[in-house]
C-alpha cells in the first residue's frame, strides 16, 4: 500500500492564483480530511469528507474548496491564493476519526507571493 | 481558550530520563489521538485511546475522561525520540472532527 500521497510536495503561487493540491488513499479509508499547519498555531481543520460525495467545513473553510468524487481521492482546491495561505498542508485518513488511527500524508508546502 | 491544550510547551531532557507531556481538553470527547511529528515534518499515529492506558514499546498513554485530561510518557528517553508530540480530541456527539493540540517540542540530548 502507498498509504496516504500529496502532491506536490512544494509549490509557489502568486496572488490571485489557482491550484489544487491532490490527495488519494489506497486503504478504502472512508474519513478523508485536510489540515494546515502554521508556526504557534497546531493542525487546523479545513475540510473533511466522511464519504464519496459528501464533505463538510471545518474551522478554515474560507478560500478553499473541496470534492469527493471517489473514496480514494480529496482534492483541495484554492480559488484565488492569497499570502495568509502561506502554511503546510496535510491530508489524512481513516477509518473514521473515532476509534481508528489517523493516516498522514507528506505534506505539501505551499508559498504564496 | 483553546479546547486542547497541551504543557510543556517546550521539553529538554537528557538521555534515559521519564518524559510526561500532558494534555487537557475542555469538551466532551469520545476519542483521544497522540501523534508524533518527526523533524522531516511527517506525522505519525500513536495512540487512540478512549479510556484507561496502552502501551507501545517505552511509549505509554493514559487518559482520565473524569478530569479530562490525558498524558503521554516516554520511558528511556533516547535522542530519536526528539519530535513534537500532538495530542488530538474527537469531540462527542455527532461531530466527525478533530480538534489539535499546539503540539509539545521534546528534545532528547545524547
Known amino acids: 500500500n502507498a498509504g496516504v500521497t500529496q502532491t506536490p510536495k512544494f509549490q509557489v503561487l502568486k496572488t490571485g492564483q489557482s491550484m489544487t493540491l491532490q490527495c488519494a488513499q489506497d486503504?478504502?479509508?472512508?474519513?478523508m480530511s485536510w489540515y494546515r499547519q502554521d508556526p504557534g498555531m497546531g493542525l487546523r481543520l479545513i475540510h473533511y469528507?466522511?464519504?464519496?460525495?459528501?464533505?463538510d467545513q471545518g474551522e478554515v473553510p474560507n478560500g478553499y474548496n473541496v470534492s469527493r468524487s471517489t473514496t480514494e481521492d480529496f482534492p483541495l482546491r484554492l480559488l484565488s491564493a492569497a499570502p495568509s495561505q502561506t502554511s503546510v498542508y496535510f491530508c489524512?485518513?481513516?477509518?473514521?476519526?473515532?476509534?481508528?488511527?489517523?493516516?498522514f500524508g507528506p505534506g505539501t508546502r505551499l508559498t504564496v507571493t | 481558550k483553546n479546547e486542547v491544550e497541551q504543557s510543556p510547551q517546550n521539553l529538554t531532557a537528557q538521555e534515559g530520563e521519564f518524559i510526561t507531556i500532558n494534555c487537557s481538553y475542555s469538551?466532551?470527547?469520545?476519542?483521544l489521538h497522540w501523534l508524533q511529528q518527526h523533524p522531516g515534518g511527517g506525522i505519525v499515529s500513536l495512540f487512540m485511546?478512549?479510556?484507561g492506558k496502552k502501551k507501545h514499546g517505552r511509549l505509554i498513554a493514559t487518559i482520565n475522561i473524569q478530569e479530562k485530561h490525558s498524558s503521554l510518557h516516554i520511558t528511556a528517553s533516547h535522542p530519536r525520540d526528539s519530535a513534537v508530540y500532538i495530542c488530538?480530541?474527537?469531540?462527542?456527539?455527532?461531530?466527525?472532527?478533530?480538534?489539535f493540540g499546539k503540539g509539545t517540542k521534546l528534545t532528547v540530548n545524547p
Open positions: 485511546l478512549s479510556s
Open positions: 488530538a480530541v474527537k469531540r462527542g456527539g455527532g461531530s466527525e472532527k478533530l480538534v
Open positions: 486503504m478504502n479509508h472512508e474519513y
Open positions: 469538551v466532551g470527547i469520545s476519542a
Open positions: 489524512a485518513s481513516s477509518y473514521s476519526p473515532t476509534y481508528y488511527e489517523q493516516y
Open positions: 469528507s466522511v464519504g464519496a460525495g459528501i464533505t
